[in-house]
């Protein structure tokens, strides 16, 4: 009985900003064996325009060949309306779409205000989405490396907007600011607002904060998380400072506690290697992969 | 007004694991900068056999100069009552003494059950020592390399045993095994059988948790916490996975939720470097390191 429901999106945050290119067949290899160590939904690319973004060139032949996985919930990351009907298209099962809440952060990425960027997403909700659940990711929910503070009531707001026309809405600490009591304090704020819509915490590891943060979330009432495998996504200004909170890490600390993710750690680590292989000189994290799990250790029933 | 209370270990716990030698005169400088950064309280050595651990042949030394020190408490480990002799005559302010939770450790370490340890603690503890405390380190307290799981009433009878004739009781995840609820179901069951006795967390980050375990240490009301500078101490098992909790990520942690440690950051951040400099081949750690505080961050008032 899953209690926890992780998201792995090293497909699509890690790969995204990695400097080395992973191969479609890698990729599929490592989606597969995701799925198969139990991870419900993977993040597996965003339909961007390929010359920006090459490393994602290749989205809808990972999708097609995700959709055939059993079990597996596949997700997209789509900026615009152009990217939402090639997600829907190669028939994702979901597609998120990023709206920073730093004004600055959000102007210098997509020339456009949070606000502004808000109707972008409600105009691409609008159109015919069968079946397809539309997701709102609020990114520099928790400040910003251009702006610094991100006020919360700005948070609150691009979050309430959102889940006017989205069946979801993440918040992300895109760039490892947030620490727990304001995780907590904004959680809060935006699930009194928009109740059981706000859905899924995606935090950095950048200051090392990120179980911790993810810790109290879980102790907020959020039960989803993403992450990466690897720590994958690292920032290019903090060398040796890992991207995303890392999959095998946040398995290990829910499992230990008795809460369960649905997610055979062993298995994982497998696919970790599979990562690792196709990417060697990527750098890559994990306090799992250095130390493994304690002698006695028992997942959670 | 400082709200948390951060010892420092790496003089002891992590020059006494590492395999760099550092030199006494750059030890003296660095318990300075700790000091001066507004650590309250350094392990600065612990009076084991020189023979066994060259590399606290200078402890007494070491404590002589951190006496001058200004509102600095300076403390020693002492295994037994030999230890305690010099370190009474060496003028500590406070000593502790690890006595191990885990039946296998303590037996395969020192050749003693834990509870015949605790009896030798007590021999020491009725020596008199006007003016100087005395700790009771319970070591092992969430897991052991040998035996695996130590059983929670174990360190509940041990840690109850120690506060008969101990100032203050600690509990130690000497080898990064504890998770955050254990962490919280632990110290609560302790906390109810010696109250206020019950003071400092001990742990390490070997699997990643350190900064999380804390966090719900803090939750559960622990006040006291040691770290390492650099996570200095790691495990020689575990090649890459850090010894101690941060100090310099943990009063990060704390300094950004609001919560005050006394401590100055930027001045911790140089004590670092004197560290760095003294054992440049020794592995270190650490976020704040290598990221840096986040735009705009303010320490607590």
């Known amino acids: 009985m899953r209690q926890i429901h992780i998201r792995e999106v090293g497909p699509r945050d890690g790969l995204q900003n990695a400097r080395q290119r992973m ?55 789509a900026p615009n309306l152009k990217g939402f009907e090639r997600a829907l298209a190669a028939g994702a099962h979901k597609v998120t779409f990023p709206v920073s809440a730093s004004r600055q952060h959000s102007e210098s990425n997509v020339r456009m205000t949070p606000d502004q960027m808000v109707e972008e997403v409600r105009k691409c909700a609008q159109r015919p989405h069968p079946g397809v659940l539309v997701e709102g990711a609020v990114s520099t929910a928790f400040g910003c490396t251009l702006q610094g503070n991100v006020p919360e009531d700005d948070v609150v707001r691009i979050a309430a907007a959102l889940a006017e026309f989205c069946d979801h809405v993440s918040l992300a600490d895109t760039v490892g600011y947030a620490n727990p009591a304001q995780i907590k304090r904004v959680f809060k704020k935006v ?69 369960s993710t649905g997610i055979d750690l062993e298995r994982l680590m497998e696919a970790r290697k599979l990562m690792v292989a196709a990417i060697p000189d990527e750098p890559v994290y994990g306090h799992m992969a250095l130390a493994g799990v304690p002698k006695g250790f028992r997942a959670a029933a």
């Not at 990729?27 to 939904?41: L, N, Y």
């Not at 009194?192 to 859905?199: T, Y």
């Not at 690897?230 to 999959?247: K, R």
């Open 23 to 77: 191969p479609s067949d890698a990729k599929k290899a490592w989606v597969r064996a995701i799925a198969e160590a139990g991870v419900p939904e993977i993040e597996v690319g965003s339909f961007v325009p390929p010359k920006l973004i090459p490393a994602m060139a290749d989205t809808a032949d990972i999708v097609s060949y995700a959709l055939a996985l059993k079990d597996l919930q596949v997700v997209v990351l």
């Open 191 to 259: 699930g009194k607002v928009i109740g059981s819509k706000l859905r899924t915490a995606h935090l950095h590891n950048t200051r090392g904060l990120g179980l911790a943060n993810a810790l109290a979330a879980y102790e907020e009432g959020v039960r989803h998380f993403d992450s990466s495998m690897g720590g994958l996504g690292g920032c290019p200004f903090a060398p040796g400072a890992s991207g995303n909170v890392i999959t095998e890490d946040l398995v290990f600390m829910f499992e230990s506690m008795g809460i």
